[in-house]
Structure formats: C-alpha cells, structure tokens
Nanobody
Framework: QELLVESGGDSVQAGGSLRLSCVAS?????MAWFRQAPGKEREAVAG????????YAPSFQSGRFSVSMDAAKETMYLQMNSLEPEDTAMYYC????????????????????WGQGTQVTVSS
C-alpha cells in the first residue's frame, strides 16, 4: 500500500481550475504540496501540519492556489484556479513524520515520503 497517493491531475485550458487530492495512509506530522516542471527543480507550493495549519511558499501567495484538508478522510487538497501554462508540472505531495519540519517545508531534502505525482498540463 502506497503511503501517499495523489490524484486529480488533468489537461486543462488556461484560466481553468483543478483540485488535486493527496490521500495519506498515515496522517501525522507535516505534509506539503510540491511541483516540478520539465527541466526545473522541484519547488514547494505549501506546507500543512496534520492539524490543519498551512503556509504558502512566497511564489504561491497570490491566492490562485489554496490548500485544505479533510482529516476524517486523511486527505489533503490543492485547489488551483486561474491556471496558467506555467503551472504545467508534475504535482507531488510529501510527508514528514516530524511536525516541526513544517517550518522549513520548502526544503526538498527534509521529507520522509513522496507520492508518485499527478500531472497537470495547462494549454494556452
């Protein structure tokens, strides 16, 4: 059984919306959304503690992206609105067992587990 499973990726037109889901078989510590575009480094979108406090990376504070959770379903969501071609990437969720690591969520190396990713493609 995979620890983290993302879903919801799709191909959409610019201006469209998508909601990505990440189901965690163990819901604890800190979780985050990352994305990686072709030829680019993996970048953090937002980090979230298991009890629902989240922080957005500076590039994602415009309000187009929002993170939420459903603890009962052990699921974290990434709502993406007004999508742009530059948002085309593989989107990953990550989990760290240590709650306090949420304070440094943007560092790729701190995460204990990664999902397999879900592809988002935005066409102009």
């Amino acid at each position: 059984q995979e620890l983290l499973v993302e879903s919801g990726g799709d191909s959409v037109q610019a201006g469209g919306s998508l909601r990505l889901s990440c189901v965690a078989s163990k819901w604890t510590g800190c979780m985050a959304w990352f994305r990686q575009a072709p030829g680019k480094e993996r970048e953090a979108v937002a980090g979230m503690t298991y009890d629902g406090r989240w922080t957005y990376a500076p590039s994602f504070q415009s309000g187009r992206f929002s993170v939420s959770m459903d603890a009962a379903k052990e699921t974290m969501y990434l709502q993406m609105n007004s999508l742009e071609p530059e948002d085309t990437a593989m989107y990953y969720c990550a989990l760290a067992w240590t709650y306090d690591l949420c304070s440094v969520f943007s560092f790729v190396g701190i995460w204990d587990h990664w999902g397999q990713g879900t592809q988002v493609t935005v066409s102009s």
